[in-house]
Every structure is written in structure tokens, then in C-alpha cells.
């Protein structure tokens, strides 16, 4: 009596291939796309520090500016302190610095995204007065923006705009 042997058959082999180049097919696209998730959760924390900075302008009766740095790719939040000085205010969840560094990691980033502009009527800063009313600073003082202001983000081939409307200062993700 000899001994048992077993082995896959070339169909056996065949479909294995089949079922992996299947799944390749489903999984690659999806990986491939966290460019465009990236981007959103970049946008989306932006536009939450330009919320959170509106309603702190709003909550303390105070102006407060959000500069955008292109050069550096990060933004940083001030207020308008007592004798007209800016301060850099503290964020409100790990108390250090309001500054938020793009394509970098750790606390304060804005994870792997790139600053590309901000136009705020012409400047890269934009205000908000007590009333959350966004303004273009510049030259030392404030502006009403007369059009929307934007700041440009990408991630890999995706684009996202933020966009900031005068009189309003309403906000959205585009």
C-alpha cells in the first residue's frame, strides 16, 4: 500500500489567483483615495479653529485673528489683548500654543496636508470683531471683506476650499 499524496490542482490554483486579483481590485482603489480623506479631516480642522476663533471674538467681546502662513505652512490664533497687543491664545485642549503646523504629527497638526493659500480680501489674516464679522487685516487694521475668503488645502491630487463670507462670516467646506 503506498503512501497518500495530496497536492492543489492547477484549477485549485487558478482560483485562489482569481479571488486575490479580485480583491486587489476592491482594496487598491480604496487605499489610493486616503488622499482625499486626508484632505477632509485637514479642512474640516480649520474650519473648526476659524469656528472656535469666531466665537471666542464673540464669547469675549474681543478680536481675534487667525494668521495663515504659507512659507511655514501653519496658522496661528491671537487676541486682541488689553493696550491693542496681540497674544497667541492657548488651545483649549492640550494648552499650548495655538499653532497648527500642516504635514506634521503630534499635537497641534494638521496632519499630512499642505497649506496652499489664504486670501482674506488681500491679506492672509483674517479677523473676527465681537460680533463674529470676518475682516481682512491689513496695514494694522480691519477691512470688511467685500467677497469670500478662501484658504486652499491639499492632500495628494485632492483640493478642498474653504470659503468665509463677508458680512456674515459664515463658513464652508468646497
Known amino acids: 500500500m503506498g503512501a497518500s499524496r495530496s497536492a492543489f490542482t492547477m484549477i485549485e490554483i487558478l482560483m485562489v489567483a482569481l479571488i ?16 482625499d ?10 474650519l473648526s479653529d ?44 492640550n494648552q499650548t500654543s495655538y ?17 496652499v493659500s489664504a486670501n482674506c480680501g488681500g491679506s492672509t489674516i483674517v479677523e473676527f470683531d465681537e460680533t463674529g464679522a470676518p475682516y481682512a487685516f491689513v496695514g494694522g487694521s480691519g477691512t470688511p471683506l467685500s467677497a469670500s475668503g478662501t484658504v486652499v488645502i491639499t492632500s495628494g491630487p485632492t ?12 463658513m464652508a467646506v468646497n
Do not use: K
Request: aromatic share 8%; glycine share 10%; net charge negative.
Open 50 to 93: 476659524l469656528l472656535y476663533a469666531q466665537d471666542r471674538a464673540i464669547s469675549t467681546g474681543q478680536p481675534h485673528y487667525v494668521s495663515f502662513d504659507t512659507a511655514n505652512t501653519q496658522y496661528s490664533i491671537y487676541a486682541l489683548t488689553s493696550g491693542a497687543t496681540w497674544t497667541l491664545i492657548g488651545h483649549p485642549v
Open 159 to 170: 483640493t478642498v476650499t474653504l470659503s468665509i463670507e463677508p458680512g456674515t462670516g459664515d
Open 20 to 35: 486575490l486579483a479580485i480583491a486587489a481590485s476592491i482594496i487598491i482603489p480604496q487605499v489610493s483615495g486616503s488622499s
Open 37 to 46: 480623506l486626508t484632505c477632509s479631516a485637514a479642512a474640516r480642522t480649520v
Open 99 to 115: 499653532i497648527m503646523h500642516f504635514g506634521a504629527t503630534g499635537i497641534n497638526s494638521v496632519g499630512n496636508a499642505t497649506l
